[in-house]
């Protein structure tokens, strides 16, 4: 797990704007797959509710923005570094698949490896709040994670039952 990181109100900002960033990705990402995989409605829709999912988790990541400023906000539990790595490891595979369209089995394979190292993050990146109501906001959030590795596992394997 990485040291709570106390440092500067600009550097826990950053990293919080990081997280933020890493969710608008997701988003961006899930609703590019719901776009090219139209001619599946059952699958455009999971596309679709999950970006919608990861758009609230951005805004969730924009009041924790908020409450830093405030002080509510007392730190977070990773370091710049890690943010950035992350982020730019979600932007390059983006760019991948908008280069070249991934199989739908691809495209929910990738998605399941992604949630489940995000999952992991921000388990060990949860910011570290004074009032208990936005701890719990938080940890639904990552609940809700877990929700969508379960969600892609099943659409996975629906895909991989069809015939050919």
């Known amino acids: 797990m990485a040291e709570t990181h106390c440092g500067t109100k600009e550097d826990v900002l950053r990293i919080l704007e990081i997280c933020r960033e890493i969710e608008e990705c997701m988003a961006g990402l899930y609703h590019y797959y719901a ?18 999912e990861e758009e609230n988790h951005a805004n969730q990541f924009a009041l924790a923005i908020n409450l830093r400023r405030q002080g509510v906000v007392q730190a977070v539990n990773t370091d710049l570094f890690t943010a950035e790595t992350i982020l730019n490891k979600l932007k390059s595979i983006y760019a991948t698949v908008k280069q070249t369209r991934p199989a739908i089995a691809d ?29 719990k ?4 959030m990552m609940k809700n994670d877990q929700g969508h590795i379960v969600s892609l596992e099943r659409a996975f394997k629906t895909v991989m039952e069809k015939p050919l």
Do not use: N, V
């Not at 999971?46 to 919608?52: D, G, P, S, V």
């Not at 906001?137 to 639904?140: D, P, S, T, V």
């Open 137 to 140: 906001l938080f940890e639904a």
């Open 35 to 52: 776009e090219i995989f139209s001619d599946t409605p059952d699958m455009s829709k999971l596309w679709e509710k999950t970006a919608r």
């Open 107 to 135: 495209a929910l394979r990738s998605a399941i490896k992604i949630e489940e190292k995000l999952a992991a993050y921000h388990m060990s990146s949860l910011a570290l709040f004074q009032d208990e109501s936005y701890r």
